[in-house]
């Protein structure tokens, strides 16, 4: 192994776990989640050797636009074929109040916009509102701004889409 590929081995051993959490708000089923995972991985190892400052943010950005890319292009690709696969059973199958909370909230952001998700992901994580500005290219202001209308529309949201 190279001392490239030794350094890119660490930094996804390091950032795994926030590969996956991005890639599995993304994506509509387990599978899709492992697809967006290896599509991640491949943009990061390309943009690896020409970064400057390889960090949490650095993860962040290309595995969110990689999801990003990924989304657009499934949703021009269900316009053109609507085959969808219904996942609302399954995701409703625990009887538990508080899976059910959850997978209710997971349902809501899934349905907000790219961007809107991703700010919502990196609060959840518990990152602060400068570093998702960071990672996101806004100001600190606008994620404050931001997530308040993003906490309303959920709220507004109904469970029948």
Known sequence: MTELEIKFTELVREYKSTVYYVCMMFAESPDETEDLVQEALVNMWRGFQSA??????????????????????????????????????????????????????????????????AIVMLWLEGTSYDEIGEIMGITTKNVSVRLLRIKEQLKKMNDGK
């Open 52 to 117: 400057n400052d390889v960090c949490k943010s650095w993860v962040w950005r290309v595995t969110m636009n990689s999801c990003i890319t990924i989304d657009r292009k499934k949703k021009k690709r269900s316009k053109e074929c609507p085959l969808t696969a219904d996942i609302e059973s399954v995701m409703r199958s625990d009887s538990s109040d508080n899976n059910a909370n959850v997978k209710m909230l997971y349902d809501r952001i899934h349905r907000l916009n790219p961007f809107d998700r």
